[in-house]
């Protein structure tokens, strides 16, 4: 999914050429209208697709697995169009904010949503946050045209060719290519050798945890079984009696909300929390304060901010859906999309899906460094190619949309069946195979 800076940058270049030509010269419908008597043959004009008003689309989970880390994507959302209207705008226009339930674990939801969304004009479409639910439904918004533009999808296969053929997929999470080897660099620096992996059987999970095997492996562990399950399985007496068969001294859990089920089947079999090491990911790394197993010690990772913002996890915790005991995770990655994607329009002086598309990547790299939208907003009216930096850290990317580096927190259980973070580990996301 290759991207060129420069031809981006030409793309704006030629639009704003086109328009000054419109504006003194014919409306001619076709290439061979000519202009004055000269006798030279016009350039084709070139309008903007846009309808002047930027529509962000909301695809985040309200409902389902994942509806734990519906509030703060939605009040990251919520935070940046706010900021962006309270700054004027983009493009002399209020951007709009269209909601939709991606309603990820649960058949059928999304695939509506997404019509839903479309047929109110959304630009954007901000979400899914399951890798899952994002590759079943990437073809229909980059193909109507519309920017997809996950704040929470991890998975490596993302950055290839023929996933995105048509260069209007984003995110702004980092590749589950960096969070397996976080993950497994942990249980090693623990003094685990002999791991068993269980994960579920998807777009996300079968990859990230063949490369936390993989990691493992390099770095000279055993991962004595390694189970890949069913996503759609409600029991796991199977899974968990081969696991325990393999005697494991800790065990990765890559799963959504089927880790409360999966817990206490591990407990009767004496691989609980409080008998052998267990490790979790994004995808289920939530409190659980209303289960009666205990979790305290669990260790669990997930994005998070480079340089955390007091001031913005604030604001972000006083702006609805969010609750005082809810967690921060993906709401400053959300917060980041509608972002960069305001700014790409202004840049491309075009809120349609394709000007913005066009423009992502430029905006995030390589220019003047600005932190806020009405800084970098202020830069780009004066011409000045920008480089933004967000809330959840560097957001410069690839070519394929995706972050050349990222940031993991490495979190740990405690009473109640909460979390908090321990550690920070940074790092280059590497090339996925």
Do not use: W
Request: aromatic share 6%.
């Amino acid at each position: 999914m290759y991207r060129s800076k420069n031809v981006a940058r030409l793309s704006v270049v030629g639009l704003l050429a086109a328009l000054a030509l419109s504006a003194c010269g014919d409306d001619g419908d076709s290439d061979s209208d000519k202009q004055g008597d000269s006798g030279s043959q016009e350039s084709p004009t070139v309008e903007p697709k846009g309808d002047g008003t930027l529509t962000f689309g909301t695809l985040l989970p309200a409902t389902g697995d994942l509806a734990f880390l519906g509030p703060p994507e939605f009040a990251g959302v919520t935070l940046a169009v706010n900021e962006i209207n309270a700054a004027g705008g983009v493009l002399g226009n209020d951007v709009v904010q269209v909601k939709g339930d991606s309603g990820d674990g649960t058949p059928d939801i999304a695939g509506s949503q997404v019509d839903k969304l479309l047929s109110a004009d959304s630009d954007v479409i901000v979400g899914a946050a399951s890798s899952g639910v994002s590759i079943t439904v990437i073809d229909k918004i980059t193909g109507a045209g519309v920017v997809e533009f996950s704040p929470a999808n991890t998975a490596a296969g993302f950055d290839t060719d023929e996933i995105d053929p048509n260069h209007l997929y984003f995110r702004t999470a980092p590749s589950d290519y960096l969070q397996g080897e976080v993950l497994a660099n942990k249980v090693i620096e623990d003094g685990h050798d002999n791991v068993a992996i269980m994960g579920r059987q998807d777009f996300y999970g079968q990859g990230l945890a063949e490369r936390t095997r993989d990691v493992l492996k390099e770095k000279g562990a055993t991962v004595g079984e390694f189970i890949l399950y069913n996503k759609d399985a409600t029991t796991f007496t199977a899974e968990v009696n081969k696991v325990a068969a393999a005697k494991p001294d800790a065990i990765v859990l890559v799963s959504f909300a089927e880790t409360a089920t999966i817990i206490p089947q591990l407990i009767a079999k004496g691989l609980g929390p409080q008998d052998v090491q267990l490790y979790f990911v994004d995808g289920n790394l939530a409190n659980y304060p209303d289960e009666d197993f205990d979790l305290t010690g669990v260790v669990g990772t997930a994005p998070t901010s480079a340089t955390p913002d007091p001031d913005f996890e604030a604001q972000l915790k006083d702006t609805p859906p969010m609750k005082a005991d809810d967690a921060l995770v993906y709401g400053p990655e959300s917060y980041d999309a509608v972002i960069i994607s305001s700014l790409a329009a202004i840049a491309a002086g075009d809120d349609s899906g394709e000007a913005i598309g066009a423009n992502i990547v430029d905006v995030t790299r390589e220019g003047t460094k600005c932190t806020s939208f009405e800084e970098c907003k202020g830069l780009l009216e004066d011409g000045e190619d920008i480089d933004y930096d967000g809330k959840s850290g560097p957001a410069d990317m690839t070519d394929s949309g995706s972050l050349a580096a990222g940031t993991y927190g490495v979190y740990q259980y405690g009473a109640g069946n909460t979390y908090e973070q321990i550690d920070t580990v940074s790092g280059v996301v590497p090339p996925s195979e």
